[in-house]
């Protein structure tokens, strides 16, 4: 009489390598601005009776057509793969994030429960986290196994952002993807202390993000309590010897673990032997280790070779080992490693001699990154391509044939904002300057205008009745003329955040030339208005509150609650 295997049943059930049904226009290169542009899209997914999956990976969406998609989505709660990496080349950093916020929208209304979201190589940057916290908080994430956000622009803000959305409904992922994100010290250890509540994770990859050994040593703690980790990927940051040391104390409780990529990461011989002696002391079954150009010498190699090899069954478990950027001796001894990794072994000499990799201190030149800590949160390398905000202070090409009029006096204040030169404006100064900056075209340069000049008068409100009279009168001109723009909202919000020091700016050059002070001042009054936009005020609301410790003008700002309190 044949028998039932249920544990076999239920795993091909939910097993999502079988899912066959849904829609994927992955890499068509389809420029995507309006809805009707979006029409073949929406048709496939109406016509799918089980949207199991969608991936729209490798096309561009605009604010508009993503609205129309997410209607789609509305009808789909059985929806469990969403695959939205590279999906806006050439798009603004600004229509960005509204664009993932409607899509997000749109699963939210399903009741879907994803189980995979994919959202890397977006440029969406720290303001994105936020427009990303509604989904990532909501019953679709309650599910969720994979999360993969490489390449986004994080930096240390949006690693923050994003473990608060996180921790807010706490997961159980098994997969967390992050690389290339500028994350460093802060961002990884925020991250770390919501990976200590998940429990569940076994593959964590956070390549290229800056982070020093303070940073790993809060991950290490973090490995410890995922016991089913499998796959651990921190190539290219500054592990160094002091946290290869904190990793390798934690080694004993990863059983599960199969493959370790600590390329580029300034092992050096010290870190790599804390390391070998980890692997051999716990008999870990590796089957890929990565610990090239680490400037290890060649008696630390033979250690890890050892290590790695020290099981019986190694020529067969192993798969990969790479050494290759080391110190590994003469033919002897390359031959002797060759001869115990066997095909796995891929061994190639550094630049430098054995000899510099072992002589000094291991401890030399080797920096905790605290110097770095503060550093800009930076876009992802290769979304240079997607269209940044502009920084605001280039000149504007004006007639300048005649006599110098009120247009070249607001030119001045601009790039020298003074009181004196605010006052050579006028009584009516905001009109005067609104009517110069109405002759920009580009939207984003524009906003940004608009903000520059508003927190430039404001800037000056401490030491002038005048600049604090023109400061509020700019404010509602300034909203109303960001309006009438294309993706406005979230422009004038990454400017606004940009200018009152809470986000940096992806331009090294530019510079804050307004005292922020008064600039909270100004709109610790203006955010009363009931004209103010509710959604900028939350956005400014939340950041403020989440800076607020670190203010320069924290004692300014807590005498002004709403605007950090809701």
Not at 71 to 82: G, N, Y
Not at 349 to 369: A, F, I, R
Not at 452 to 474: I, K, M, P, R
Request: glycine share 8%; with cysteine.
């Amino acid at each position: 009489m044949a028998t039932f295997d249920f544990n076999s049943i239920n795993s091909a059930l939910t097993d999502t390598s079988r899912l066959e049904t849904g829609v994927d226009f992955s890499g068509k290169s389809l420029k995507l601005d309006t809805e009707k542009d979006a029409q073949p899209i929406i048709d496939a997914i109406n016509a799918c009776p089980d949207l199991q999956y969608l991936t729209l990976t490798g096309n561009t969406l605009g604010v508009a057509a993503a609205q129309a998609i997410a209607k789609a989505l509305e009808h789909h709660p059985e929806l469990k793969i969403a695959r939205f990496s590279d999906m806006f080349t050439g798009r603004m950093k600004t229509e960005i994030p509204p664009a993932l916020s409607a899509l997000g929208e749109g699963m939210i209304t399903a009741g879907a429960r994803l189980s995979v979201l994919e959202l890397s190589d977006n440029a969406f940057g720290p303001i994105g986290v936020q427009g990303l916290a509604k989904l990532l908080q909501s019953d679709v994430c309650s599910q969720l196994q994979e999360l993969r956000l490489n390449n986004n622009g994080l930096g240390i803000t949006g690693g923050r952002l994003l473990a608060e959305a996180l921790s807010a409904s706490p997961r159980k992922l098994k997969v967390f993807i992050a690389g290339r994100n500028r994350l460093e010290n802060d961002g990884a250890t925020a991250l770390a202390r919501v990976f200590q509540g998940m429990g569940t994770l076994e593959e964590i990859a956070m390549p290229q993000n800056g982070i020093y050994h303070k940073g790993v040593s809060a991950l290490s703690e973090a490995f410890k309590h995922n016991p089913n980790l499998s796959c651990l990927n921190l190539n290219d940051n500054t592990i160094g010897s002091k946290g290869a040391e904190a990793i390798a104390t934690v080694l004993p409780g990863l059983k599960k673990l199969k493959s370790i990529n600590f390329g580029d990461c300034l092992l050096k011989s010290k870190g790599a032997k804390a390391l070998a002696k980890a692997f051999k002391d716990n008999s870990l079954l590796l089957e890929s280790v990565d610990l090239s150009h680490n400037e290890i010498g060649r008696e630390a190699c033979m250690e890890v070779v050892d290590a790695v090899t020290a099981l019986p069954d190694a020529t067969d478990r192993l798969s990969r080992v790479v050494l290759a950027g080391n110190s590994l001796g003469d033919s002897t001894n390359k031959k002797t490693m060759k001869d115990k990794l066997g095909p796995s072994a891929e061994l190639s000499d550094g630049e430098g001699s054995d000899e510099e990799y072992v002589s000094g201190s291991e401890s030399e030149g080797e920096s905790d990154g605290s110097d770095d800590e503060n550093t800009e949160d930076s876009a992802p390398e290769d979304a240079q391509h997607v269209n940044t905000i502009v920084e605001l202070s280039r000149e504007i090409n004006l007639d300048s044939s005649g006599i110098e009029e009120v247009k070249s006096h607001v030119e001045v204040f601009l790039k020298s904002p003074t009181v004196d030169n605010l006052t050579r404006l006028g009584n009516n100064a905001a009109d005067v300057i609104d009517t110069h900056l109405q002759v920009i075209k580009d939207p984003s340069d524009l906003i940004t205008a608009y903000v520059e000049a508003t927190f430039s008068v404001s800037g000056l409100s401490e030491e002038s009745q005048l600049a604090h009279q023109v400061a509020l009168d700019l404010y509602p001109i300034m909203l109303k003329r960001a309006g009438q723009q294309h993706a406005s909202a979230w422009l004038l919000a990454n400017t606004m955040l940009r200018g009152l020091g809470l986000i940096k700016s992806e331009n090294k050059q530019y510079r804050i030339r307004w005292k922020t002070s008064g600039c909270y001042r100004i709109l610790a009054i203006a955010v009363t208005s009931p004209t103010f936009p509710i959604p900028l005020k939350d956005t400014l609301k939340f950041f403020i509150a989440s800076r607020l410790t670190s203010l320069a003008d924290r004692t300014i700002v807590e005498q002004h609650p709403q605007l950090y309190l809701s």
